[in-house]
């Protein structure tokens, strides 16, 4: 709605103004419209009560920089997920946050660190089996708004399921629905660190900005449309082994609000898990592929989460680790401590 303020006062004025009505009309219908398509596609199975399935979600993914030039040397774009490739295609489910754009156009926003992936790493994510991937992040913009589109456009074309970002604001902030089995499991992925600039306008492509007002009223709209709802988010201090009382606090209004789920990202090292209101928070899950030096760089979490029916009703922490050669694995479990005054007792193999 137009403020008084602002109301035309000349007839040269009017079409500016009309302009502008026009584009909120067409967002405030579009989204309706969208709306009753999701419902309609996902809402006429059935599911089993009984049915369980598997979403997994690991940390962030970044196909650039060492890592896309590994994959150029050795020619395997399967190469970061051929040592877990089984792990993450026996879910149901696979989600992970792709920290850079995917494509061959756009222009070096010359940011402090600037990422673009070749379009060909696509063909990696599909053989890892991922079908969902959080683009609302910081690096998203590198290579400017072109090459943002331009990622989500590929995905979508490659059947996959990008969420977070979009050719406008409406795209951005709408919920991307997967129906498993008939069960509507529903995405929402925002980023809060800078720069801000890249986020999505009416009419103009970017990202899903984190800002604590918008995201409830995503979370409202989004329930009614859903079994399951899951919000990803791109937030926090980078290194920081916890998050500040800002994210808790927010993280708990999501919950709050609607959300079944939070997973987050960004601090490059994992964070506390919490069981709040009888769901689960992940404050961050750490890299997943990742050509960082530092060793705490090097060990993220996947959380495996069981779905029953309509209702998640279990989250399992499981720790990876990157190594010299940017290949996620299993980290292989420790070995048990002795007793006290015993020595420990060893087996033949």
């Known amino acids: 709605m137009l403020p008084h303020s602002q109301a035309p006062s000349t007839q040269k004025h009017f079409p500016m103004q009309l302009s502008r009505i026009v584009k909120w009309m067409a967002f405030a219908f579009g989204g309706a419209v969208l709306a009753s398509a999701a419902w309609a596609q996902v809402s006429a199975a059935t599911p089993d009560p009984n049915l369980q399935q598997t979403l997994l979600f690991v940390g962030d993914v970044m196909l650039s920089r060492s890592v896309g030039a590994k994959m150029k040397a050795v020619k395997d774009w399967n190469y970061p997920f051929e040592k877990i490739a089984d792990t993450l295609r026996a879910a149901d489910l696979t989600y992970a946050n792709l920290e850079c754009p995917v494509s061959d156009i756009g222009a070096n926003q010359h940011h402090l660190y600037s990422f673009r992936a070749d379009p060909q790493v696509i063909s990696g994510l599909k053989f890892a089996g991922f079908s969902v991937l959080g683009v609302a992040n910081n690096h998203m913009y590198d290579w400017g708004r072109p090459a943002l589109l331009d990622t989500v456009q590929r995905l979508r074309q490659a059947g996959l399921h990008p969420v977070g970002a979009g050719a406008n604001e409406l795209e951005a902030h709408y919920p991307e629905i997967v129906n498993m089995k008939g069960v509507r499991v529903a995405f929402l992925a925002y980023v809060g660190i ?104 090097h060990h993220g979490l996947m959380l495996r989460v069981t779905l029953t029916g309509r209702q998640l009703t279990d989250a399992t922490p499981i720790p990876i680790t990157i190594d010299n050669g940017f290949q996620a694995f299993l980290t292989p479990p420790a070995p048990p401590k002795p007793e006290k005054g015993k020595a420990p007792v060893l087996r033949a193999q």
């Not at 988010?233 to 708990?252: C, F, I, N, S």
């Open 194 to 297: 800078p720069p801000q600039e890249a986020s999505a306008d009416a009419d103009q492509p970017g990202v899903a900005w984190l800002e604590g007002d918008r995201v409830m009223s995503d979370i409202r709209f989004a329930r009614p449309l859903a079994d399951v709802l899951i919000v990803c988010l791109h937030w926090g201090t980078e290194y920081a082994p916890r998050p500040d009382r800002k994210q808790v606090d927010l993280a708990h209004q999501m919950i709050d609000a609607g959300a079944d789920l939070v997973v987050g990202g960004h601090p490059h090292v994992v964070q506390p898990c919490e069981f709040y209101h009888g769901h689960w928070i992940a404050y961050s899950l750490g890299n997943f592929i990742f050509d960082q030096h530092w060793p705490s760089t």
